[in-house]
């Protein structure tokens, strides 16, 4: 289990996020090859990163973790489950660029609020989450 990799492709993602903002401000539909092409590659990120949580760090802390770690766990993994719906959803709706064209507003409204749930929960997980599996 490797929590620096792990917070490596957080980083990855919080710049893809940061990437998509900038060229959402700068027009979706003039951006939207690009938008889509970033879209595709941070899933791509997204997903190793969930396996890597789902076959080593959860199993691991239900393994060889105390009692409040597992609990604390647990929690994050259940919430984990609805910001992993929505973003598959936002991704598979916005991973072409036709699907972008002339959709501005809905794009950014659906970035805007899908984003921002995986952005705050990579937060919590670097501030809250990792620190206690390090000390494991």
Request: proline fraction near 1%; aromatic fraction near 8%.
């Amino acid at each position: 289990m490797n929590i620096d990799k792990m917070k490596s492709q957080h980083v990855d993602i919080l710049e893809k996020i940061s990437f998509l903002r900038q060229l959402s401000l700068a027009g979706v539909s003039a951006n939207a090859q690009e938008i889509a092409t970033a879209i595709v590659s941070m899933s791509a990120i997204i997903k190793t990163h969930l396996s890597a949580e789902d076959q080593f760090l959860y199993p691991h802390i239900e393994q060889d973790g105390n009692n409040a770690l597992r609990q604390v766990s647990t929690k994050f993994k259940r919430e984990m489950a609805d910001i992993v719906s929505e973003y598959e959803v936002f991704s598979r709706r916005w991973n072409i660029a036709s699907k972008l064209m002339g959709n501005d507003d809905a794009f950014r409204r659906d970035a805007n609020n899908v984003l921002r749930k995986v952005y705050e929960r990579m937060q919590r997980e670097n501030k809250d989450f990792y620190p206690l599996v390090e000390r494991m």
